[in-house]
Nanobody, 127 residues
Framework: QVQLVESGGGLVQAGGSLRLSCAAS????????MGWFRQALAKERTFVAA????????LYVDSVKGRFTTFRDNAKNTVYLQMNNLKPEDTAVYYC????????????????????WGQGTQVTVSS
């Protein structure tokens, strides 16, 4: 089992940047592929990005390609989401998630792929 705690959210102007962090407990962090999701007010939680266990492979939803980058430091049990050129439509609660079974090549980019979730961190982008 793994526990996840996100941080780094906040209020930023359009065009600005934020870096989210997700710290994981436990000694088996490198056993999990990690994902990022977001949920805007009154909308469903949607996939944003994912990264493989060793960090060699990543996957992004089209709307964030070229603006967001996910990377991980397994020695620090932490995964990151660097968000650049933020837009008002990026406003949402952002969640990190861990999966023991899915891989970058097999995941369907939906919440059912993931087993563990953090509590979320709010990102608000003003226009």
């Amino acid at each position: 089992q793994v526990q996840l705690v996100e941080s780094g959210g906040g209020l930023v102007q359009a065009g600005g940047s934020l870096r989210l962090s997700c710290a994981a407990s436990g000694r088996t962090f490198s056993s999990y592929a990690m994902g990022w999701f977001r949920q805007a007010l009154a909308k469903e939680r949607t996939f944003v990005a994912a990264i493989s266990r060793r960090g060699a492979n990543t996957l992004y939803v089209d709307s964030v390609k070229g603006r967001f980058t996910t990377f991980r430091d397994n020695a620090k049990n932490t995964v990151y989401l660097q968000m650049n050129n933020l837009k008002p439509e990026d406003t949402a609660v952002y969640y990190c998630a861990a999966t023991i079974g899915a891989t970058i090549s097999t995941m369907r980019q939906n919440a059912s792929d993931f087993d563990y979730w953090g509590q979320g961190t709010q990102v608000t982008v003003s226009s």
